[in-house]
C-alpha cells in the first residue's frame, strides 16, 4: 500500500510572499502552511519579496511557522527587498540567507493618518461628528490630532515596536538591547544584515534549496522543489496565458492600484511597512 503523501516526504515545499502583506497574504500563506503539515513535507522553503505591512497579519503569520517549525525545517530566502513585516515574518523561520544586496531591515512601527482639513476648508466642506467619547474619532481626516491623542497613539507604537525587537532578539539569540541598537527604522543590506546577526549567511534561493534539502538528509540534485500558489480564479484556469498576456500592458498600473488600495485600506493602522 502507498500512503497518499508518501512522494512529499523526498520533496521541499516552497511558498512565495511578495508585496505588502494585509489579510489576504495572511490567509494564502497560512492555507499553504496547513498544506505543508498534511502533506508531510520535510522542509519549507519561504521566499520573501516584501517591504512590510500590517502588525496583525504578520505575526499571524510568525506564529503559524513557529508551530509549523515544530515538524518542518524552515528556510527563509530573502529576495529583492525583506523589510519590516518582512523580516518578522522570516523571524519564524528557522535559518535565514539573504543576497548581498538584499534591502533589510527597517525594523519599526509606523502609524500614518491623513489630514485634508484645509483642503475641505477650501471646497466648504465640513462633518458633524456625534460620538460616545473623545478619542471615538481618533485619526480622523478633517482635523488635527490633540495632544492627548498622540500620546495615546505613540503608547500603541511603543508597545507594537517592543514586540518587534522582543522576537527579533528571542529568534536571532541577541540580547533586546542589541536590536535596539540598530532597530531604529533604518535598512541595511543583506551583507550589513549578515554582519548584525539578523541573517546566518549570503546565498542566492537556489543556495537556500539546496541548504534545506541537506538539512532534512536529501540529496539536493534529486530533491523537487515544489511551489504552493494560490489557486487561480476560474477565467484564468480556463483561457490560459491570453488572459496574463492581456493584463501585462497594465501591469504597472496595476501595481501602483494594488498599493494604494493597501495605503487606504490600511490608514489608521500601526504598520510594519519600508516604502521605498
Known amino acids: 500500500m502507498i500512503w497518499p503523501f508518501k512522494k512529499f516526504r523526498k520533496q521541499i515545499a516552497r511558498i512565495e510572499i511578495t508585496g505588502a502583506i494585509a489579510s489576504s497574504t495572511r490567509k494564502k500563506v497560512l492555507e499553504s502552511l496547513k498544506i505543508v503539515e498534511e502533506r508531510k513535507f520535510p522542509a519549507l522553503l519561504l521566499r520573501i519579496d516584501s517591504p512590510g505591512g500590517t502588525v496583525g497579519d504578520s505575526q499571524e503569520i510568525y506564529s503559524a511557522l513557529k508551530r509549523l517549525g515544530e515538524k518542518v525545517k524552515i528556510i527563509a530566502s530573502f529576495g529583492n527587498i525583506s523589510a519590516s513585516g518582512g523580516v518578522y515574518i522570516g523571524m519564524g523561520a528557522h535559518h535565514i540567507m539573504a543576497n548581498p544586496g538584499t534591502i533589510t531591515g527597517s525594523i519599526g512601527v509606523i502609524l500614518r493618518g491623513n489630514n485634508i482639513e484645509r483642503l475641505l ?9 456625534i460620538k460616545s467619547g473623545p478619542y471615538k474619532d481618533i485619526l480622523a481626516f478633517d482635523r488635527e490630532l490633540t495632544d492627548p491623542e498622540k500620546n495615546i497613539l505613540q503608547e500603541l507604537i511603543d508597545t507594537s515596536y517592543q514586540q518587534f525587537v522582543e522576537t527579533v532578539a528571542t529568534s536571532r539569540n541577541l540580547a533586546v ?100
Do not use: H, M
Open 177 to 276: 538591547e542589541t536590536v535596539k541598537n540598530f532597530a531604529d527604522g533604518r535598512i541595511f543590506t543583506g551583507q550589513q544584515a549578515l554582519a548584525l546577526g539578523i541573517v546566518d549567511r549570503l546565498g542566492t534561493e537556489e543556495e537556500a534549496r539546496v541548504w534545506a534539502a541537506e538539512l532534512v538528509g536529501l540529496d539536493p540534485k534529486k530533491t523537487q522543489c515544489i511551489t504552493l500558489e494560490e489557486r487561480k480564479p476560474t477565467l484564468n484556469r480556463l483561457l490560459g496565458n491570453q488572459v496574463t498576456t492581456n493584463f501585462l500592458a497594465i501591469g504597472g498600473l496595476t501595481a501602483q492600484l494594488d498599493w494604494l488600495e493597501f495605503e487606504l485600506a490600511t490608514s489608521g493602522q500601526p504598520l510594519w511597512l519600508y516604502r521605498p
Open 121 to 129: 476648508e477650501k471646497i466648504g466642506v465640513s462633518f458633524k461628528v
